[in-house]
């Protein structure tokens, strides 16, 4: 009978504990046990570990002083907010937004920088984001030797055990190790992650799915990306691979096959229309989607016709995906949100139609406008999960575990 590796188990129970504190806490043992379904031998054990490292602190509820206070004051359970700083950032084709966070994810400093940076050299993109790292890192009044490691969320496909990027708009090469290019350049721990993940686990921590362990997240943007979201742990493919949506296939046609990108991207969406004055500024800028709802809403029969077939593409995916997960909830975000009343619409009809009858009541549409910086925030996320699991010691986390 084979047994579960142990260091694998410590790190999950650290995660679980260190988890339950910070969206509970001030917590006591009891309640964490109570909470994590972890033994009071284990809680007692991993947060004795834990406040020997200083990532969490204690304060006491109560007072021997006060006659109305019977017994000792109750120990409560706190992250230590200081214990570690991370930084998180989401690249796009002409946006770059950073944060600094606590080990708490709360953000510290933010930064948005507009810049086109797709198809540009890697190296021009690894100074543009180095840049950007350092100035975030500096606005919060820290120095680059003080930030424990780095997240970059990308679109694309990522793999993320190796940081390499398979493919993504962003750059004009594929398979990147990208992760390895900014580590070196930062000297310091950098995660290249999904942008999908990272956004799923904003709104995990953060978001509208502060309630759910269990919840899956679409993102419509220039790519269609998805995050899987079960017990509370993002579900990634072999290698720590991300999902890419708009590689689904839809349909056959005498030219192959027919793939959800082709219906709902925004390439597909925007390509309709002459793409000329200020449209083509507006798309080279990264505000298609933005004008576009202008145009739609002066009545642009190609765009509300491509809009009304993206979000029909898109409804019968994400019935689809009910049918594969069947989660209690599905948040949408993304820049295709602003294509309005015709997206929307025919988005949740089509849903209604393709969704079994079994499972029509098991999962509610969620629709969110995020801002770059909660995405960002996300993917600050991913870099403090990583912690939570690390062991630590008088040094800070163990590196490459």
Not at 101 to 122: H, W, Y
Not at 327 to 342: D, E, T, W
């Amino acid at each position: 009978m084979k047994t579960a590796d142990p260091e694998l188990m410590r790190a999950i129970n650290r995660f679980t504990i260190l988890d339950t504190i910070r969206r509970h806490g001030p917590i006591s043992r009891i309640e964490i046990s109570e909470r994590s379904e972890l033994s009071t031998t284990t809680v007692s054990a991993i947060t004795a570990s834990l406040l020997d490292d200083g990532l969490i602190l204690t304060r006491h509820e109560g007072d021997l002083r006060d006659a109305a206070v019977r017994g000792r004051p109750r120990v409560m359970l706190e992250l230590n907010p200081d214990a570690a700083r991370v930084v998180g950032a989401k690249i796009a084709s002409n946006r770059m937004t950073f944060v600094v966070t606590n080990f708490k994810g709360e953000v510290r400093s933010a930064l948005t920088l507009d810049l086109r940076v797709d198809r540009q050299p890697i190296a021009v993109i690894a100074d543009l984001i180095e840049d950007g790292v350092r100035r975030c890192v500096v606005d919060a009044g820290l120095s680059l030797e003080e930030i424990d490691s780095v997240c970059i969320g990308l679109p694309g496909v990522i793999e993320h055990r190796t940081g390499r990027v398979l493919t993504s708009p962003v750059f004009r090469d594929t398979e990147v190790n990208f992760a390895a290019e900014m580590t070196e350049r930062l000297r310091t721990a950098t995660i290249v992650e999904s942008d999908a993940h990272a956004v799923t686990l904003a709104h995990h921590w953060f978001g509208k799915a502060r309630d759910l362990n269990d919840v899956v997240l679409v993102s419509l943007e220039r790519t269609l990306g998805l995050g899987v979201l079960h017990g509370g742990q993002l579900f990634r493919g072999a290698g720590g691979l991300n999902h890419n949506l708009g590689d689904l296939v839809v349909g056959i046609s005498s030219e192959g096959p027919v793939r959800l990108s082709s219906k709902a991207g925004e390439s597909a969406i925007l390509g309709v229309h002459p793409a000329a004055g200020r449209f083509a500024e507006a798309i080279q800028l990264g505000r298609g989607m933005q004008h576009a709802q202008g145009l739609i809403e002066a009545d642009d029969n190609a765009l509300v016709s491509a809009a009304v077939s993206a979000g029909e593409a898109v409804g019968i995916a994400l019935a689809n995906i009910v049918t594969l997960f069947a989660p209690p909830r599905i948040i949408v975000v993304g820049s295709s949100l602003a294509l309005g009343k015709p997206f929307l619409e025919s988005m949740s009809t089509a849903y209604a139609v393709a969704i079994p009858p079994s499972l029509k009541n098991v999962a509610e549409l969620v629709f969110d406008h995020s801002v770059e910086e909660i995405w960002a925030q996300g993917a600050a996320v991913v870099a403090l999960c990583e912690l939570y699991e690390s062991p630590w010691g008088t040094t800070g986390p163990a590196q490459g575990l």
